[in-house]
């Protein structure tokens, strides 16, 4: 995080996304299943090349709503525009701002009041927002252009109003096989997959003022083409259902503080040649069997040989195991465990968090222990 100016008053406003939800979301035709509007959409699908129990199937599609209070005197958001100038900071709106533009004229998603302040093109299409790539009160000055299966971060401008620092989580959403929702993992290779929920809940220190807030590295889908991206900034970490339900599950149906942008980004094809592994991406599979009563088998990938450490934690944050430890040649790995802590002794039934660190990156699953 750095620090760019002073920090300004802080402001109250309500927000939500603006990705496409009931209304075309690509050239092919596709329907947008993204959580943005305040009524419920048809579900989206589920494609998981890559088992990972973490998330529940998709329900009826939800949205994403951020909200602060006139008491607030710690409010933070996306882009560094003057808070209470018109288009600056963040503004506030009674949904969200989908909307599809053509020659005839134009469909909202949402709700005809929340007319978009901009118009972003692409894909070959037009679409209505609250903020397009390069907006005063947008996070994003420059259009985003991933390659495909290989390692990816985005860098987003951030404000806060608060007198000091302050912490919250960081979530990127990419749909990266071009079907309209965010509820899927796709395969780079037989022992990667790509999460369309790139940056899960990343911890964040927001400094006073205005800065630059950069994502922890993902891996980039397979395919080439367009992608509609979402960044939330939140006080709260995203719940487990937020790809396909957004806030709507939450209490109150709303994070506290924060915003949330959506942007149409490209992937363009990988740089890597074939049989090559991404240069970029430590990849870390889910575990399997999951949940598992007696062992259950973690494989990871490097790119190149690194100084590794897989260690289980409990709930509470406690280190319960040391799986593995050392200096581990480039490819895949594989490790078991048999859900003893470092005692020896069985660890008792619950939820069980494994981190994998590794080429710079923290990289954790969970794991059900049943009995």
């Known amino acids: 995080m750095t620090i760019i100016a002073p920090p300004g008053p802080c402001k109250t406003y309500m927000d939500f996304g603006d990705a496409p939800e009931g209304v075309q979301a690509y050239a092919s035709g596709v ?9 419920p959409t048809a579900p989206g699908t589920m494609e998981q090349a890559c088992d990972d129990p973490s998330m529940p199937p ?21 882009g560094c525009g003057d808070p209470f100038a018109p288009g600056g900071g963040v503004d506030s709106e009674p949904d969200g701002r989908s909307w599809l533009i053509f020659a005839a004229g134009q469909i909202a998603a949402c709700d005809p009041a929340a007319t978009p302040d901009c118009t ?30 290989n390692g990816g971060s985005i860098t987003t401008k951030v404000y806060s109003c608060a007198p000091a620092r302050v912490n919250a989580f960081l979530n990127v959403l990419v749909d990266w096989n071009e079907d309209g929702d965010w509820n899927d993992n796709v395969r780079c290779n037989p022992v990667e997959c790509a999460a369309e929920w790139a940056v899960q809940n990343q911890p964040v220190v927001l400094d006073p003022g205005c800065g630059f807030l950069t994502s922890k590295k ?21 719940p487990p259902d937020f790809p396909w339900n957004g806030t ?4 109150g149906g709303a994070f506290h503080r924060g915003e949330t942008e959506d942007y149409p980004v490209r992937i363009d094809p990988s740089t890597l040649g074939v049989g090559d592994t991404p240069q970029s991406a430590v990849a870390f599979a889910p575990p399997a069997p999951n949940p598992a009563a007696h062992t259950c088998a973690f494989s990871f990938t490097l790119p190149h040989a690194d100084e590794v450490s897989l260690v289980v934690y409990d709930l509470a944050g406690r280190e ?11 490819g895949p790995h594989g490790v078991t465990w048999d859900f003893r802590g470092s005692d020896g002794q069985e ?7 494994v981190r994998l660190r590794a080429g710079g990156l923290t990289l954790t699953r969970s794991v059900m222990h049943v009995k």
């Open 120 to 149: 972003e093109s692409a894909f070959g299409l037009s679409f209505g927002q609250d903020e397009c790539y390069g907006d005063a009160d947008a996070g994003l000055s420059s259009f985003v252009t991933f390659n495909a299966c």
């Open 218 to 238: 993902f891996l980039v889908g397979p395919n080439p083409g367009s992608a509609w991206m979402r960044v939330t900034l939140s006080e709260q970490p995203a």
């Open 347 to 353: 660890l008792r039934a619950g939820l069980y968090l």
């Open 248 to 251: 709507a599950g939450l209490p």
């Open 320 to 330: 319960r195991a040391r799986l593995a430890e050392g200096r581990f040649a480039p």
């Open 31 to 39: 329907l947008g299943h993204f959580p943005t509007c305040l009524a």
């Open 58 to 78: 998709p329900g009826p599609t939800g949205y994403v709503e951020h909200v602060t209070s006139a008491t607030d005197n710690a409010g933070f958001w996306l």
